[in-house]
């Protein structure tokens, strides 16, 4: 079963932000926060990850909350482009335990309207 | 260019003739995976591989095989295709030494595979 919950759809306005929130009550201390996305068909790309901190980066923001049980994607200008499916998931970064079974979900599918 | 390459990207085939699915990676990564993406599912973990000749079953191996051979290669082989098994079918790959993005996943551009 997906360790994170995500709502199916979200409508958005080109130019205006996009929050993307993902539950993950589960999360352990040692797992860190991915966000990745899928346009169209092709394969899924990585955005941004987290462990408690806030990141940002050229693409988004990542916002997570103190006690580490869900996060927020933030998109701060969303283009057409930005149409997307987006994964939330959750794995510990390393080889030991990290790299196993990997459950994506069924994502948020992002409409970014003109 | 870093990347993974899939092949065949498109596929129609018929039930019971055997396939296979070739995914290469060229940035020496250890870990390699095979998903498959249905409509309303998401993205399943079919098999995975944490490096050479060590591999395990993901959520759905059912009707799969997979061999890691070398670093660089990991192939999906369906063994007798079936109707279910149609589907949209992606490898990725991963390093766990990565220092910018720690477990970063690349993916391939997708296999479309039709079983008649």
């Known amino acids: 079963d997906a360790k994170t919950t995500q709502p199916p759809s979200m409508d958005c306005a080109e130019g205006r932000a996009a929050n993307l929130p993902c539950n993950h009550s589960?999360?352990?201390?040692?797992?860190?926060v991915y966000w990745y996305r899928q346009i169209h068909s092709q394969g899924p790309q990585y955005i941004i990850h987290?462990?408690?901190n806030n990141e940002t980066n050229e693409m988004a923001s990542l916002i997570i909350t103190e006690d580490r049980k869900s996060s927020t994607l933030i998109l701060p200008h969303a283009t057409l482009r930005d149409t997307a499916v987006y994964y939330c998931?959750?794995?510990?970064?390393?080889?030991?335990?990290?790299?196993?079974?990997?459950?994506f979900g069924t994502g948020t599918r992002l409409l970014v309207s003109p | 260019e870093a990347q993974v390459t899939q092949n065949p990207r498109y596929l129609i085939t018929v039930t019971g003739k055997k396939l296979t699915v070739t995914c290469s990676q060229n940035?020496?990564?250890?870990?390699m995976s095979w998903y498959r993406q249905d409509p309303g599912l998401g993205l399943r973990q079919i098999y995975y591989?944490?490096?050479?000749?060590?591999?395990d079953k993901g959520d759905v191996p059912e009707g799969y095989k997979v061999s890691r051979k070398e670093k660089r290669n990991f192939p999906l082989i369906l063994e007798s295709p079936s109707p279910n098994q149609t589907s949209l079918y992606f490898c990725?790959?991963?390093?766990?030494?990565?220092?910018?993005?720690?477990?970063?996943?690349?993916f391939g551009e997708g296999s479309r595979l039709t079983v008649l």
């Open positions: 998931i959750v794995r510990v970064a390393g080889m030991n335990t990290g790299f196993q079974k990997l459950v």
């Open positions: 990725a790959s991963s390093s766990a030494s990565g220092r910018r993005r720690p477990g970063e996943l690349f």
């Open positions: 940035m020496n990564h250890e870990y």
């Open positions: 987290g462990l408690k």
């Open positions: 591989s944490m490096n050479v000749e060590v591999t």
């Open positions: 589960t999360i352990s201390g040692n797992e860190y």
